[in-house]
């Protein structure tokens, strides 16, 4: 049965396709950028911590960790390993439930330990032991379970602790398709093992202008794997013949791709680092400063500027909306037949249910010789099978289902 108040709004969105826009900008930052540093930090402390509450108690307390500071280091890399002379150093914020029924709860040595194994698992080269200083702040806050199980016994949905917005789209373009496996490429295991010399910091930008697309990547490259500006530069065509391997899958646009572009041979510039990530020098990263929740950035399109790393599973609508707007999208674009762009907006309401939004907005382009009026009602009942089982992106994200940059 449709839920009435679910405030689900379909229209048509008049507007040119991505697609068929002369101009389209995307880009990602890498898992080893400073931003998704800390993006990633953020939301691996909220999984522990989230996994811990349950473990100890049988459910998900209160908790918010994005707030995350990552400062640059310093280093000296050269060619066959150079050295970290200053520690980056990772400031950990946000807030926490720290006493639970008088009980002290431990907060600051489950996040730094998550900080700790998300950073040895991400940064491959970064011997975290030495060369990180990682300083929980988290704030305190205390709870009693009574108090809080017969809250969640009166309100089986959460209800919202923000006004606040999330928003998807679907389906990607080529271009931002090609962006995003960029990156994956680069970073997969498969590839680590051919090329370990290849940082994890890697920034793709992508420009297409009509039928041409230009892809720009910065690879930090590890200085202790390559022993020579010769060896350098077999990484670099290593990199290259890869992207050019991969973009042929996804489009049949010329695509010119450019490796480590700020490289001055003559003047003996490499992009080489110690660790495989640019925070070893003085790059700074913030939580929700790089990619949005579908893993890209992407000016062309609708985006939430709402930073999802880190807040709470449970209630916060500044992820699970942006989430729950992707997978929205995803699904109208994926099943129903007419739509060539559709583009989702769900807004939540302070303190009331997260399974009813003060409204959900999907927008769609129907392709040509169709009409919106055809689909509506399909999309709205997609949007209202989603929203009446919110709880599972919970789930999902607990499980590890779901990348929030």
């Known amino acids: 049965m449709v839920k009435k108040n679910r405030n689900i709004i379909v229209e048509e969105l008049v507007r040119t ?12 930052k890498g898992v080893g950028h400073p931003d998704s540093i800390a993006d990633g930090i953020a939301e691996a402390i ?42 980056i150093y990772i400031l950990l914020s946000g807030r926490a439930v720290e006493f639970v029924d008088r009980e002290m709860f431990p907060v600051h040595e489950v996040a ?11 940064v491959k080269h970064l011997d975290v032991n030495n060369y990180v200083v990682i300083d929980s702040r988290i704030g305190q806050g205390s709870v009693d379970l009574v108090g809080v199980f017969n809250k969640v016994k009166e309100n089986p949905i959460p209800l919202s602790n923000d006004t606040s917005f999330g928003v998807g789209y679907a389906p990607l373009s080529e271009t931002e398709k ?25 920034k793709v930008m ?62 003996d510039i490499y992009y080489i680092t110690v660790t495989g990530t640019s925070a070893e020098a003085g790059d700074d990263g913030s939580v929700g400063r790089g ?35 992707n997978l929205i999208a ?39 010789g169709y009409k919106v009026e055809q689909f509506e009602r399909q999309a709205y009942e997609i949007a209202d099978e989603w929203l009446a089982n919110i709880t599972k992106i919970q789930k999902m994200i607990l499980e590890d289902e779901i990348n929030v940059f």
């Open 112 to 122: 730094i330990k998550a900080a700790k194994d998300y950073l040895k698992k991400t």
């Open 178 to 202: 090609i962006v995003l496996e960029t990156e994956r490429l680069l970073n997969s295991e498969e590839f680590k093992k051919k090329w370990p010399a290849v940082g994890e910091d890697i």
């Open 46 to 87: 909220s999984r522990a911590l989230s996994r811990e509450y349950i473990r100890r108690y049988g459910i998900i307390l209160h908790h918010n960790t994005d707030q995350v500071e990552v400062v640059g280091g310093r280093a000296y890399p050269r060619f066959g390993g150079g050295e970290v002379i200053k520690p």
């Open 206 to 267: 992508g420009l297409r202008k009509g039928e041409e697309i230009d892809l720009t990547i910065a690879a930090a490259i590890v200085d202790s794997e390559v022993q020579n500006p010769q060896e350098y530069m077999e990484v670099k065509e290593g990199i290259y013949n890869a992207i050019k391997e991969l973009t042929s899958k996804y489009t049949n646009r010329d695509v010119n791709i450019y490796v480590n572009t700020a490289d001055d041979p003559d003047k």
């Open 291 to 325: 990619n949005r929740v579908n893993g890209l950035i992407t000016p062309n399109r609708h985006m939430s500027m709402e930073a999802a790393g880190g807040k709470n599973p449970v209630s916060h609508v500044g992820k699970i909306y942006n989430i729950l707007a």
């Open 17 to 28: 396709p991505v697609e068929m826009q002369k101009v389209e900008l995307v880009e990602r």
């Open 330 to 368: 995803r699904d109208i674009a994926e099943e129903i037949e007419g739509v060539q762009e559709v583009y989702v907006r769900i807004l939540s309401q302070i303190g009331k249910p997260i399974d009813e939004p003060l409204v959900a907005s999907i927008q769609a382009i129907p392709k040509p």
